[in-house]
C-alpha cells in the first residue's frame, strides 16, 4: 500500500482514513473489531477519533469510541499496526472543554488511558479556543511532545488567519507546530478550505486530511431527494445539499460511474485522493460490506477528463475561474 507523508510530522499514512466516530454510538463493539480488522488486513493504518466521541449517543458520556479502539488494539495485539489520530477541546460535558493548558495535559492522560497505549501519534486541538492565547496552548502540546506523550500534533476547525498565528507563534517561540490540518472539505463543500486553507497548508508544508469528506453521506449518491433524507441518521445535515449545484454534483458522479464501474462515494473520495494538497480523505463505515466500498477508492485512478467534470459540476460561484484547481498533478 502506498503511504503518504504527513506533512513534516514524520508520520505516513495511507490514502485513506477510518473515521471512528460511529464506533459506541451506532456501531457496537463487535462490529466495532470487525470494521477495525478489516481495516488493517486492508494495509490501511490511520485511525481518526476524539475524546468527544460520541457523547451525543444516548447514555453515552464521551470516549467510547476511543475506549473500543483501545480494546481492540490490545486485544489484537495491532498498537504498532496503526497510526493513531485523537483530539482534545470540544465539549465534553460538565464544563470539560477547550485549549487551556491545564485541560490538556488532564485530557491526554484520559485518552491515553481508554486507549491503553503511552503515546498517540497525532493530537488535533478539535477547535479553536479563542480565550485561550495560542502560546499557552502550543507549550501545553510541546510539553506533551517532549514528554513522549505525543508525537505531532494538528488543528482542526481553524481558520487560516488563526492557523497563520499559530505556525508564526511556534516559530517564535521555537515549539512544536501544527503539522496537520483537519478541514471539513469534500466535493460539495469546498470554499471554506480552498479560499485560504489550502494556500496556508501548501505554503506551510502541512498534512491535510479532511473530514465529512463524503458531505454526511450525500456523496454516497443514496440520497437523491429531501424525502430520502428519513433513512440517515445523519440525514438533517445534508437538507441543504439538494440545490442545483448539489444535483449537478450528483449528476457528474453517475456519469463518471458509469464510466468506470466505481461507486458515487468511491469517486467523491479518490476526487479528493487526487488533490495535490491533501493527504487523505477520512471516512467512516457502519458494516464491513459499507468499508470494503470506501476501500475501493484506494485503488480507484479517477482520469483527467473526469476529475475536470467534477470540478466543473462543483464548483461554487465564487469559485468560478479559479485557476487553483482544474487536474491534479
Keep these: 500500500m502506498e503511504l503518504r507523508e504527513l506533512g513534516r510530522s514524520g508520520l505516513k499514512i495511507a490514502p485513506l482514513v477510518l473515521g471512528t466516530n460511529v464506533l459506541g454510538w451506532t456501531v457496537d463493539e463487535k462490529t466495532s473489531f470487525d470494521l477495525l480488522d478489516r481495516f488493517v488486513d486492508a494495509e490501511l493504518n490511520a485511525l481518526d477519533t476524539a475524546d468527544v466521541y460520541s457523547t451525543w449517543g444516548p447514555g453515552n458520556q464521551g470516549g467510547e469510541s476511543e475506549t473500543i479502539i483501545g480494546n481492540w488494539m490490545k486485544t489484537r495485539g495491532a498498537r504498532n499496526r496503526v497510526m493513531l489520530a485523537t483530539k482534545v477541546g470540544m465539549d465534553m460535558g460538565g464544563g470539560k472543554k477547550g485549549l487551556k493548558a491545564s485541560y490538556i495535559a488532564e485530557e491526554v492522560e484520559a485518552s491515553l488511558r481508554r486507549l491503553q497505549t503511552d503515546r498517540i501519534d497525532l493530537y488535533f486541538a478539535h477547535q479553536d479556543d479563542p480565550d485561550v492565547p495560542l502560546e499557552e496552548t502550543l507549550e501545553a502540546f510541546d510539553r506533551l511532545m517532549k514528554a513522549g506523550k505525543v508525537r505531532a500534533i494538528g488543528a482542526s476547525n481553524y481558520e487560516a488567519p488563526r492557523l497563520t498565528e499559530a505556525l508564526d507563534v511556534s516559530a517564535a517561540k521555537g515549539i512544536g507546530r501544527f503539522e496537520v490540518l483537519q478541514p471539513h472539505y469534500n466535493l460539495y ?19 491535510v486530511v479532511t473530514y465529512f469528506s463524503l458531505a454526511k453521506g450525500f456523496l454516497t449518491g443514496k440520497y437523491r431527494s429531501e424525502a430520502d433524507l428519513s433513512q440517515s441518521v445523519r440525514g438533517h445535515g445534508m437538507g441543504g445539499n439538494f440545490d442545483a449545484r448539489g444535483m449537478r454534483v450528483l ?13 458515487p462515494a468511491q469517486i467523491s473520495l479518490a476526487w479528493l485522493m487526487a488533490r495535490p494538497s491533501v493527504t487523505a480523505p477520512i471516512a467512516s463505515a457502519t458494516s464491513v460490506a459499507q468499508l470494503d466500498e470506501l476501500i475501493g477508492a484506494v485503488h480507484l485512478s479517477l482520469s483527467e477528463a473526469a476529475i475536470e467534470h467534477l470540478n466543473h459540476a462543483s464548483m461554487p460561484k465564487l469559485l468560478e475561474g479559479s485557476e487553483k484547481i482544474i487536474v491534479p498533478e
Design 189 to 207: 463543500d469546498r470554499m471554506a478550505y480552498e479560499v485560504a486553507l489550502e494556500e496556508v497548508a501548501q505554503q506551510q508544508g502541512l498534512g
Design 251 to 263: 449528476s457528474a458522479l453517475d456519469d463518471i460511474a458509469s464510466d468506470t464501474g466505481a461507486t
